[in-house]
């Protein structure tokens, strides 16, 4: 089975500060990861992913993730923080065989103080 | 990016009736299809996944026979919950994903449905 933990239901920052968002996985085998956005009554929109290699992402809009697998995370970060960015996050794993399927977290809501 | 549109964007209806929710790939031909519900402040639950040209596969706790889908083509599929219900108002999403060995899924934009 797989499962995606986000501990935190919201995450406050002021804009211009740096923002990390949490995301521990459990998985057999190895995982694939991926960090979605979603704003109000909108679907998701894709933000990065790991399939393998360095462990660093980058993805869309300044937002980056770090793979670390000794810890099983895989915490979303940027640098600086936008007021614009202020929406509901979600972590999503699933495995390299068989069910292809995602499995998401609780999500994350993100709010960016001005 | 790859494009997945859903019709309608909302939709409110009867106790009793049916609804069928439309999930399209735009510009790409989506092998699988992923169907998923969504309830206020919480995460994306997996309802089932469509594979084109075969039937779906639920997954566990969730009726087929009331979340009838259908994947008729490679750019379509479409979820149509039967004799719906109050509580089966909620948000319905689509993914698709353009092949077997891909990584990425696109989702739609959803369905708002309300039951009354």
């Known amino acids: 089975a797989q499962s995606v933990a986000q501990p935190e239901d919201q995450v406050n920052v002021a804009e211009g500060n740096p923002l990390t968002v949490k995301c521990t996985y459990s998985?057999?085998?190895?995982?694939?990861l991926f960090w979605y956005v979603q704003y109000p009554n909108r679907g998701l929109q894709f933000l990065l992913k790991?399939?393998?290699?360095?462990?660093l992402v980058k993805g869309s809009y300044g937002f980056e993730a770090e793979f670390n697998k000794s810890q099983t995370s895989f915490h979303l970060k940027k640098p600086s923080a936008l007021v614009s960015d202020s929406a509901l996050y979600f972590c999503?794993?699933?495995?390299?065989?068989?069910?292809?399927?995602?499995?998401f977290g609780s999500g994350t809501r993100l709010q960016v103080q001005p | 990016g790859a494009v997945v549109s859903q019709h309608p964007s909302r939709v409110i209806c009867k106790s009793g009736t049916s609804v069928k929710i439309e999930c399209r790939s735009l510009?790409?031909?989506?092998?699988?299809m992923f169907w998923y519900r969504q309830f206020p402040k919480k995460s994306l639950m997996l309802m089932a996944t469509?594979?084109?040209?075969?039937?779906?596969?639920?997954e566990q706790g969730v009726e087929k026979d009331k979340f009838l889908i259908n994947h008729a083509s490679l750019t379509l599929s479409t979820l149509t919950v039967t004799s719906a219900h109050p509580e089966d108002s909620s948000f319905y999403i689509c993914?698709?994903?353009?092949?077997?060995?891909?990584?990425?899924?696109?989702f739609g934009p959803g369905t708002r449905l309300t039951v009354l």
């Open positions: 993914s698709a994903r353009d092949g077997l060995e891909s990584h990425e899924q696109f």
């Open positions: 998985v057999s085998g190895n995982p694939y």
């Open positions: 790991y399939i393998t290699g360095d462990n």
């Open positions: 999503a794993v699933r495995v390299n065989t068989g069910r292809r399927a995602l499995t």
């Open positions: 510009d790409f031909q989506a092998t699988t």
């Open positions: 469509s594979n084109e040209g075969s039937k779906a596969t639920y």
